[in-house]
T-cell receptor, first 113, second 110 residues
C-alpha cells in the first residue's frame, strides 16, 4: 500500500509570506503528526491530529497551525514566515490508537529567504 | 521540559563489525520507545520498537535494549553493512507525540 505522501517536496518563500504544506497518510491511518527538523534543534513535535481533532500540540508559536480533513489528509500552515522557519517539515502517519509505530513521509524542505 | 538526550555523536565502524548506538531519556513515565533510521534526503524510517514492560527485543540484525533503572536505550546492529550508514534516532512516545533524541551518525567503513 502507498506510504505517506507529502507535497510539495521543496519550497522557497520570502520572509513575511505564508505557506501551506500537505500530507496524505497511509490508507486507514487516522492520526497525522507534524514535526520540524533543523540541524540546531533536531526533530521537534508540532502537533497531532486524530479524526479531524487536534489531540496534542508542541511548543511552537501560533503562527504554526494545522488541520485534518475527513479523509485524514492533513495540512499545516505557517504564517508570517521568518528565516528561522527554514527546515524540513515531516509528517507521520499512524493508526492513532494504542502504541504503534509512526511512518514518516519524505518531508517538505522549506527555505525562507 | 523533559527530553530525550540531545547530542549528535558519530560512530564509525568497520563493515561486518557490530554497532551499538546509545540513547538516554529523561521521562520516566514513557511507555514506548522507537528507533528510527534517517538517510540523507529521506524521512525517518522505523527500525524497531520496545514497550516499557520489556527489556530486550530482537529484529532482523537489530536488537533494542531498555534499561529503565538508568533510563537508557541502546540499538545493536549485527554485522554492520554499508547500507546501514545513516543517522539513527531514538524516540519516546509521550502519548500521541514522539520526543526525539539528537541522533547518532553511523558511518560504515568498507
Amino acid at each position: 500500500k502507498a506510504g505517506v505522501t507529502q507535497t510539495p517536496r521543496y519550497l522557497i518563500k520570502t520572509r513575511g509570506q505564508q505557506v501551506t504544506l500537505s500530507c496524505s497518510p497511509i490508507s486507514g491511518h487516522r492520526s497525522v503528526s507534524w514535526y520540524q527538523q533543523t540541524p540546531g534543534q533536531g526533530l521537534q513535535f508540532l502537533f497531532e491530529y486524530f479524526s479531524e481533532t487536534q489531540r496534542n500540540k508542541g511548543n511552537f508559536p501560533g503562527r504554526f497551525s494545522g488541520r485534518q480533513f475527513s479523509n485524514s489528509r492533513s495540512e499545516m500552515n505557517v504564517s508570517t514566515l521568518e528565516l528561522g522557519d527554514s527546515a524540513l517539515y515531516l509528517c507521520a502517519s499512524s493508526p492513532g490508537t494504542g502504541y504503534t509505530e509512526a511512518f514518516f513521509g519524505q518531508g517538505t524542505r522549506l527555505t525562507v529567504v | 521540559g523533559e527530553s530525550v538526550g540531545l547530542h549528535l555523536p558519530t560512530l564509525s565502524v568497520q563493515e561486518g563489525d557490530n554497532s551499538i548506538i546509545n540513547c538516554a531519556y529523561s521521562n520516566s513515565a514513557s511507555d514506548y520507545f522507537i528507533w528510527y533510521k534517517q538517510e540523507s534526503g529521506k524521512g525517518p524510517q522505523f527500525i524497531i520498537d520496545i514497550r516499557s514492560n520489556m527489556d530486550k527485543r530482537q529484529g532482523q540484525r537489530v536488537t533494542v535494549l531498555l534499561n529503565k533503572t538508568v533510563k537508557h536505550l541502546s540499538l545493536q546492529i549485527a554485522a554492520t553493512q554499508p547500507g546501514d550508514s545513516a543517522v539513527y534516532f531514538c524516540a519516546e512516545d509521550a502519548g500521541n507525540m514522539l520526543t526525539f533524541g539528537g541522533g547518532t551518525r553511523l558511518m560504515v567503513k568498507p
